[in-house]
Every structure is written in C-alpha cells, then in structure tokens.
C-alpha cells in the first residue's frame, strides 16, 4: 500500500487549502484514511479520519467545523479541504490506512510522506 499527500503550500490567514492523499494498493473499500499534522517542536495530531467502506467521518474538536474529509473512490483519493486557516495550521500533513478500517487512534498501518503547509502573512 502506498499514500502519497500533496497540495501543501504558503498560504495567508483566513484562506483555504485541499490536501490530497492518492491510495494505491491493497483493498482500498476496506481501509480507513486518516490525516495528521506535526508542527514544529509539537508532536503528532490526529485531525480527520473517513472509512472509505460507508464514507462515514470524525474530526478531531481542535478542526471540526473548519476541515472536511472526503473521498474520491474513482480515482482512489482521499481529500482534506481546510478553511479559514490560521497560522497555528501550520505543520507537516500527512495521510495514513489503517487496513482495517478502524479510525482509532492508533495501529496505523501505512503513512505517506508529508506535505508542508504553512499559514503566514
């Protein structure tokens, strides 16, 4: 299984970005797909999380409201759209499977690398 996230970039306070994870491998309906963040000198957060089986998704209070998670099945992708972004955003992102399409918080199975995203003015 391979995650690969992109769509990182500089953005100012208040704007919106899409984070995108492309899922290859494995039984993709099966897994769930997570998105997590590390600021620098912080360590990991968990932000979202959808089971790709049902669509259904959780969001972690810190971005409920302001991030959406959602997937595209036909092309195997898995979508974090953030709004309003504040300069405590900024962090490395990155996307994971948990084969077993748990949404816990733990016994994540797979990562991709990190995308940078940083909120500035």
């Known amino acids: 299984v391979q995650l690969q996230a992109s769509g990182g970039g500089l953005v100012q306070p208040g704007d919106s970005l899409r984070l995108a994870c492309a899922v290859s491998g494995g039984t993709l309906d099966s897994y769930a797909i997570g998105w997590f963040r590390q600021a620098p000198g912080k360590g990991r957060e968990g932000l979202s999380c959808?089971?790709?089986?049902?669509?259904?998704?959780s969001y972690a209070n810190s971005v409920k409201g302001r991030f959406t998670t959602s997937r595209d099945s036909a092309n195997n992708t898995v979508y974090l759209q953030m709004n309003s972004l504040k300069p405590q955003d900024t962090a490395v992102y990155s996307c994971?499977?948990?084969?077993?399409?748990?949404?816990?918080?733990?016994?994540?199975?797979?990562w991709g690398q990190g995308t940078l995203v940083t909120v500035s003015s």
């Open positions: 959808i089971k790709l089986s049902d669509g259904t998704t």
């Open positions: 994971a499977a948990d084969v077993l399409g748990r949404c816990a918080a733990f016994g994540w199975d797979y």
